[in-house]
């Protein structure tokens, strides 16, 4: 046990205060700013805005899939290039760019009580960077040949060939290119995230007085910086080959009855890469969605997380397996068979601690205060998105039931119900949380409210028949479905049906929109603690935090982040920087 | 509180949507009935875990919503309640692995009285090729893919000369018989899948893949290739029929061979080639009527 | 894949070595007051921006695992062609340990205080890091001159791929080395120029680490040693 000091013995502050950059003029202010919370803002309005055109895509391609035939523009070219599109967009350029680059940014130095991230101008190259690799893909829109078709997963040799859309134009090029700038300008960010929470943080912060968001960001940032290189060498070789001429995805192959140049290479070894960056890329969104999740429930049930460290430990433990599941994604890809008892063994195993995540969410709820704000609606549906989304993995992730059942639309289903909605609702959730500390105002609770309902029922009446879909044998990536004979009539209705919904519920995300536009004006004034949280984010002298964060001086932390409901304590939380003891029986009867 | 209530509907509606709407998998037609059941298996134990899980946030929901005075309680973990739950996932985590990989271990071991027969896949059709009187398929390379000769076969392997070439046509099967399905690809890759055999598998340009399975229903299957393959993916559709033995016979009869396909360029020399290894489909059905009857 | 799950596998363990002394068994809702000044509890006492490097070298290591991961993977494969290696690299690779040296000497230099020498030093390092860019350059030259093209055979893409990679980031090194030359002789502040020479050198000593490594792999050394730790353990 720890000797615990007096509180009004403590020194002020020892640690080594930074060198803050300060700005000179309104573009160092807020374009070229190097304050964290400028660039937060910066990425999460640029992951946003590139968020909606991916769900303008998902309109289109729902068009096509539910009316059938009635959308002459939406050729087979247009809707491969939607898919694709959709789902690289969504996967790195939103859910990584939002997650790392926007909360992390906002949310590590205020919440371990650092003054901006250690490395401040390195972090605004990060995001002129990831701005200009946004770019790059946005431009593949109006090149020749328009942006790849080549799905997100962008096999070989199929995407570098001219059979696919921009296989042999610009499109997959500019992909490519978009990819490693991304990567570049991720590292920048990332290594800034890992090392503030290393050597940012303020005095008595140890990491497990961390809030589970910092854990979970700060382990998704690691893993993410140790998984993108996989991706940044496909891509690189795979430029190769497209633009060199070199053969290290391509074998040996005749095109419309016309010998290619290429001989002797594997396509699957470009798997093997594409996966081992791949799969740890799916925990690197929900990692930080865990965490968030994990706070946003603490704080409106007003109970401390149940199972603190064993939540610490899953997270780690996680991220950990997640580097040693990736084959899972290849069962059906011509791999060495035996490779699936390995694979299926350690994909089951991660199983486990996700599970206990699940189980201390719901345990937190018990003998709580629930407060049903529009955060904790959107944590609740969370859970249920994700258990859901987590046991249909449970099918894929068991090889030999993967294999009916993958490139089916059972995945499609899947794996939008686990790191598209899942995460997506933690965003709203998170959003609405924090909207207050960055704006000084709250959200529109009456248009939360229509968000929340549309988002979440909406959401599952999308994705959840669309697994039986699947099962019934419906492939994926299937532009036409009229003449599949597993597809009967009844199924196109329901089919109709999901895209009626997906409109309905991308409607409700302009609703969103609007209302945070309208609420940094109109918004209820929110004062610097609406949620009465005891973190340090709220605990800043002003709303929105100054540039610095904290005043004069930096908090120093008496206590872990859950100090909710104390029993003896007056309020039912005690913020981490309140000196004192509370409470004499801390241990539960 | 309406939340609440919304999720114990969800529960609800998911579980009489699984039961009673009419999107299910399609009748199988071959041995791999033991991938449906791990698939039931799963099902049951995972809609447990959901139902008990959404079930039990719900009452939580409605039990310990926030009233004028409320206190949440205390209560920073359990060990004991962590340690248990913990158990009792991995029990059922492993009650689902395990029938797995049983059926996984059934599902790479080919039995060694499955017949070869070879697939091969270009943008945007599906050929067959079935091994001739040898029993044996000849190599092939993908430098080899001319006009004349689109699988590739090399003409130098004496053991190509007899086999089946079917191209961009229906392929027919024997009904009860186990075969073994070679796939390979000349372009791109694609993946060979009949929706009621319940297998499939990517096939890689440059390298062969395989899995095995037993047609156990005569009909017409439609074959579906599930692996994005360029912009014709989606039309790209084939067709296996399931025959009764004769049936088989009579189709594979008519067949021609990879020697009898590239004869005309050999018209010069078809003295040199002995006349018995350019066996016709119908010799092959002979020899294979005669095998099965002994 | 396996050189890169090894690779972290070694990652993974000092993450755990350092993990371990974070207390992680700790109950954190019994201990209330500063707990901070336990030894090793808060941010290392080693500079951030040498752990921020720290870092970064984990990931250009784990770059370059992937592209020895990559290259084990298609040599296997039956059109691989092994290509001669130039002579010159050995000449190439002296002038990088030179170039590895001089930093170290600088190094030593600034924390003793020796501006002359640091100068010195730095030229010295930027000079040779240049010479072995170009000495790669020429290598690439004769390479092509007898043949061995890019496309003509996957050892040849690799070979080029990867020495071109491992060039980049020398070349980025020489930006930073650059910037910190200038401030040696524009009098930066000492104890702000120790910490740059510093950071130098450990970038320059990974580089040569590497450098080491990709040349043994591109030689087929690599591949004879991991068959002979194979052949041991079966």
Known sequence: MVDVTPADAIPPAEVAEMELYHPHSWWTKYVFSQDAKVIAIQYSATATAIGFVALVLSWLMRLQLGFPGTFDFITPEAYYQFITMHGMIMVIYLLTALFLGGFGNYLIPLMVGARDMVFPYVNMLSYWIYLLAVLVLVAS???????????????PPQAIMTGTPGGQDWGIMLMLVSLILFIIGFTMGGLNYVVTV?????????????????????????????????????????????AL?????MPAIVEMGEQLQHSGGSPILFQHLFWFFGHPEVYIVALPAFGIVSDLISVHARKNIFGYRMMVWAIIGIGALSFVVWAHHMYVSGMHPYFGFFFATTTLIIAVPTAIKVYNWVLTLWRGDIHLTIPMLFALAFIVTFVNGGLTGLFLGNVVVDVPLSDTMFVVAHFHMVMGVAPI???FGAIYHWYPKVTGRMLDERLGQFHFWVTFLGAYLIFFPMHYIGLMGVPRRYNELTDVTVMTESAQHLNSFISI??????????VFLFNLIWSIRHGREAGGNPWRATTLEWQTPQTPPAHGNFGKELPIVYRWAYDYSVPGAKEDFIPQNMPGAFGTSREPA | MAIALVLVLIVVGSVLFHFLSPWWWTPIASNWDYIDNTIIITFWITGVVFAAVVLFMAYCVFRFRHREGNRAAYEPESKRLEWWLTVVTAAGVTALLVP??????????????????????QQWQWSFRLPGKDGKLGTSDTRDVTPENPLGVIASDPNGQDDVVVEAADLHLPVGKPVKMLLRSIDVLHDFYVPEFRAKMDMIPGSVTYFWFTPTKTGTFQVLCAELCGQGHSLMHGVVMVDSQEDYLAWLGEQQTFAQLTAPEQTGSADQIPGKTIASGQEIAAELETVGSR | MSVILVFLAVIAGFGGWWLSHQRLMAKPWLEQGVIGDLVGMEGSALPTAKIGLGVFLAVVGCLFALFTSAYFMRMELSDWQPLPIPRLLWFNTGVLVLSSVALQCASVAARKGQIDTVRLGLTTAGLTALAFLVGQLVAWRELTADGYLLTANPANSFFYLITGMHGLHIL???????????????????????????????YWHFLLFVWLAIFALLAGWAATFIDICRQLLT
């Open chain 1, 141 to 155: 829109f109006f090149a020749p040949g328009g942006p790849t078709g080549a799905g997100w997963t962008l096999y």
């Open chain 1, 198 to 242: 290393l050597q940012g943080r303020t005095r008595g912060m140890t990491l497990m007085r961390l809030p589970l968001t910092v854990w979970g960001i700060f382990t998704a940032t690691v893993m993410a910086l140790l998984a993108f290189p996989a991706l940044f060498v496909a891509c690189v070789m795979m430029l190769f080959d497209r």
């Open chain 1, 245 to 249: 001429g070199t053969s290290f995805f």
């Open chain 1, 425 to 427: 609702v933690v965003i």
């Open chain 1, 501 to 510: 919904m997906a409109f309905i519920v991308g409607f409700a995300q302009i």
């Open chain 2, 100 to 121: 797995g990989l049983f059926v996984w271990n059934r599902f790479v071991n080919v039995p060694s009285d499955a017949t070869d027969v070879e697939v091969v896949g």
């Open chain 3, 172 to 202: 980025g090194g020489l930006v930073a080395l650059g910037r910190t030359t200038a401030g040696a002789w524009n009098g930066a502040r000492p104890q702000r120029l120790r910490l740059s020479v510093e950071l130098c050198a450990m």
